[in-house]
């Protein structure tokens, strides 16, 4: 107790007077109050640095701030109802005697009367403004905290929403840079197509302005047994295969397979519908003997302005002249499709009896199990006839004692016109790679179905 509180003078209300004392508690908390607005309207605009690192959650009590639980609150708490720091039963004395034993005892009635007459009003005052103070600052420490632990949870939960649009917004762009890849390639693809038609066309014309007397020649060489007149030369379906089946270099190119086959034929191989001569070239390189036959003219000129050995005529009419196993093997690559079915049947039939037995015969037609050789290939030609399923195909050259040794899917659709599968990657849940897996397995069927080969070929044998 400080000399200065000691001589504060006492009004008649019993209330201590002395300067800087002079008011009651509830107009000394108002000033508080005032004063705190003032310094919050002051400093509305400093704004303090704030991280969510910044704030410490006490152990066992949720997500509490700073305020609540800081030493200095938890001081007030304990210590705001003080008393006074001395006890009048302990009062030291130095001197001896009666007045030693006297002294302690005046003292103690003199500090009693002091205390009761003098600090009892101020004490209860203090302990009253303490008790006002702390219980305001609890208030304020749970107000803020409050306010904190609702800040951090909204942080939370738009970090959430702004990761969520993030990878949203990701997952769109790597779609929208995907499809434009897609498309780029497809255009790409597109442009390559278009230009290779355009280059086969050119090369066709060319080819059809440099040798127009040959190939409008309406005389080219007959089959002996082939009593008909050629028809007038007609250019339209030698541009027509230029066009949209491709030029001889890439038709050479799927046909190279077939040489192969036939290496070591027991006598010459016999190809009907031999067109623009390509199968026959392929043949002589590989030193297969072989000759074509085919109905329309231009095509049997420039096949044989092309080295070939083709002559005009109907390749049934001319199996049917040759003798009984004369042949050493037969192909009619994409020829099927204009029979009729009885023309089908003469021909497989006259393939039993006019092939040595062992010789092959391969017929090679678009697939229509492809949708889009069905749609584009097929129906392009207005020369075709009936679309032939390989198990029909198969079934009509059994049926006239052909053996059938394979047949083989022929042309296979670029993969990128493919539709495509979705990745499976580490980031999906089981759920989703099931659900993944289920749409590929649905997009191989469709692919299948759509975008399966475009051509087949049976490979069949005399028995």
């Known amino acids: 107790m400080t000399e200065q509180v000691r001589k504060l003078p006492i009004t008649e209300s019993g209330s201590p007077q002395a300067k800087g004392f002079t008011k009651d508690i509830p107009t000394l908390m108002a000033e508080i109050r005032e004063r705190i607005k003032a310094d919050v309207e002051s400093h509305r605009d400093k704004r303090p640095n704030f991280s969510l690192s910044s704030l410490r959650v006490a152990k066992g ?61 101020y004490l209860a005052a203090q302990r009253q403004f303490n008790e006002n103070l702390v219980r305001y600052l609890n208030d304020i420490g749970r107000y803020v905290d409050d306010r904190d632990v609702e800040v951090i949870r909204k942080i939370d939960h738009d970090v959430g ?56 020649d309406s005389n080219p060489p007959r089959v002996s047994e082939n009593g008909d007149t050629p028809v007038r030369p007609d250019t339209s379906y030698l541009l027509l295969e230029n066009r949209y089946r491709g030029g001889e270099g890439e038709i050479e190119r799927r046909l ?3 040489p192969g086959m036939f290496k070591g034929a027991p006598g010459t191989v016999l190809e009907i519908g031999s067109g623009r001569g390509e199968l026959q070239r392929l043949f002589k390189k590989a030193g297969v003997k072989s000759y074509g036959v085919d109905l329309d003219t231009v095509m049997v000129n420039v096949a044989n302005a092309n080295g070939c050995d083709t002559k005009y005529g109907d390749g049934i009419a001319h199996l049917r002249s040759l003798p009984d196993k004369s042949l ?39 697939n229509p199990q492809s949708m889009l050789a069905l749609s584009s290939n097929y129906f392009r030609d207005p020369t075709h006839v009936w679309p032939m399923h390989p198990d029909t195909l198969g ?16 042309s296979p659709v670029s993969p990128n ?45 005399v028995a």
Not at 349 to 359: H, N, V, Y
Request: charged content about 25%; proline content about 3%; glycine content about 6%.
């Open 61 to 121: 009590k949720g997500r509490d701030g700073d305020l609540q639980h800081s030493e200095e609150l938890r001081f007030l708490n304990q210590n705001y109802a003080f008393e006074t720091k001395f006890s009048p039963a302990v009062i030291p004395t130095h001197r001896r005697g009666l007045v030693g034993k006297l002294l302690p005892k005046f003292k103690r009635a003199v500090r009693g009367f002091f205390k009761k007459l003098v600090l009892n009003d």
């Open 161 to 216: 929403r702004v990761t969520e649009w993030v990878g949203r917004i990701d997952d769109e762009k790597t779609c929208s840079i995907f499809s434009l890849e897609q498309q780029l390639t497809s255009i790409t693809q597109d442009f390559h197509s278009r230009l290779g038609t355009i280059d086969s066309m050119v090369r066709g014309l060319e080819g059809i302005l440099n040798n127009l007397s040959r190939y409008t």
């Open 256 to 258: 190279s397979i077939y």
């Open 328 to 366: 050493g093997g037969l192909i009619a690559i994409q020829v099927v499709e204009h029979l009729t079915q009885s023309q089908l049947k003469e021909l497989c039939e006259l393939a039993k009896t006019k092939l040595i037995p062992g010789a092959k015969v391969i017929f090679e037609t678009i």
């Open 395 to 410: 079934y009509i050259a059994t049926l006239s004692g052909l053996k059938l040794v394979e047949t083989k899917y022929l």
């Open 417 to 461: 016109h493919l539709l495509k599968e979705i990745p499976i990657d580490s980031s999906h849940t089981p759920a989703v790679a099931d659900a993944v897996r289920r749409v590929n397995v649905n997009l191989q069927q469709l692919n299948r179905l759509l975008y399966g080969h475009q051509d087949y070929c049976l490979v069949l044998e």
